[in-house]
């Protein structure tokens, strides 16, 4: 499956989920699984053996179905200065790709990158669709300090930092962009991305 259609299709899971009648249901997206977190009252009395029936079923309806995403997400163009303090590990990504910084920024902008989930912090969006020369395991040791709008890679993941924060991915630039609002109450919501929404970096100096 896609992995936009992916994004889409965990996000209805989740919604069908949160739709059984149990109070206080809240479901976390991570890499390869779903948690889904209740009161604990619920679970006395054998109502438990309720609830994992429901989750059965609503599963395998999911694993039938062929295609969820009939609402595609938003598509975002995001602005980046590439390089400078804000993308320090632009010239040791160059290095170990064999390619100039140019390059590199170029490939990076290439790509259509897809929202999978938010975690980490608030806001915080792991993109799928980093090119495969560009794909390198986190650093040994973790900066104490990542400026909120750095834009960073690791492993098959890029993001934008949203918050200031520790933080071991490979920085690229800066994004203006404001990625998270606390005070925002527009439809939009708090955070900028969406799961299922798709992502295009443009250089700041293309723009």
Same mark, same amino acid.
């Given at each position: 499956m896609p992995a936009t259609e992916l994004a889409v299709f965990r996000q209805e899971l989740i919604q069908s989920i949160q739709a059984l009648a149990w109070p206080a249901c809240q479901c976390v997206q991570a890499d390869q699984s779903i948690t889904v977190l209740f009161a604990s009252p619920i679970l006395a009395a054998g109502k438990h053996e309720i609830l994992l029936d429901q989750l059965h079923q609503i599963l395998g309806q999911f &694993?039938?179905? !062929? $295609? $969820?995403?009939? !609402?595609?997400?938003?598509?975002?163009? @995001?602005?980046?200065n590439y390089g400078g303090v804000a993308g320090q590990d632009l010239a040791w990504l160059a290095g170990q790709t064999g390619l100039s910084p140019t390059e590199v920024i170029d490939l990076h902008c290439s790509a259509i990158y897809t929202v999978q989930f938010l975690g980490f912090l608030p806001g915080f969006a792991y993109l799928t669709g980093l090119p495969k020369p560009l794909h390198f395991s986190r650093r040994e040791t973790p900066r104490s300090r990542v400026p909120a709008g750095t834009l960073a890679i690791a492993a098959h993941y890029c993001a934008v930092y949203p918050w200031e924060s520790p933080g071991g991915w490979h920085l690229l630039g800066h994004v203006e962009q404001v990625l998270f609002d606390p005070e925002r109450t527009d439809q939009q919501g708090q955070s900028l +991305?969406?799961? &299922?929404? !798709?992502?295009? +970096? @443009?250089?700041?100096?293309?723009a």
């Amino acid at each position: 499956m896609p992995a936009t259609e992916l994004a889409v299709f965990r996000q209805e899971l989740i919604q069908s989920i949160q739709a059984l009648a149990w109070p206080a249901c809240q479901c976390v997206q991570a890499d390869q699984s779903i948690t889904v977190l209740f009161a604990s009252p619920i679970l006395a009395a054998g109502k438990h053996e309720i609830l994992l029936d429901q989750l059965h079923q609503i599963l395998g309806q999911f &694993g039938k179905a !062929t $295609l $969820l995403a009939n !609402t595609p997400g938003c598509h975002h163009h @995001i602005v980046v200065n590439y390089g400078g303090v804000a993308g320090q590990d632009l010239a040791w990504l160059a290095g170990q790709t064999g390619l100039s910084p140019t390059e590199v920024i170029d490939l990076h902008c290439s790509a259509i990158y897809t929202v999978q989930f938010l975690g980490f912090l608030p806001g915080f969006a792991y993109l799928t669709g980093l090119p495969k020369p560009l794909h390198f395991s986190r650093r040994e040791t973790p900066r104490s300090r990542v400026p909120a709008g750095t834009l960073a890679i690791a492993a098959h993941y890029c993001a934008v930092y949203p918050w200031e924060s520790p933080g071991g991915w490979h920085l690229l630039g800066h994004v203006e962009q404001v990625l998270f609002d606390p005070e925002r109450t527009d439809q939009q919501g708090q955070s900028l +991305f969406k799961a &299922g929404d !798709t992502v295009q +970096f @443009i250089r700041a100096d293309y723009a």
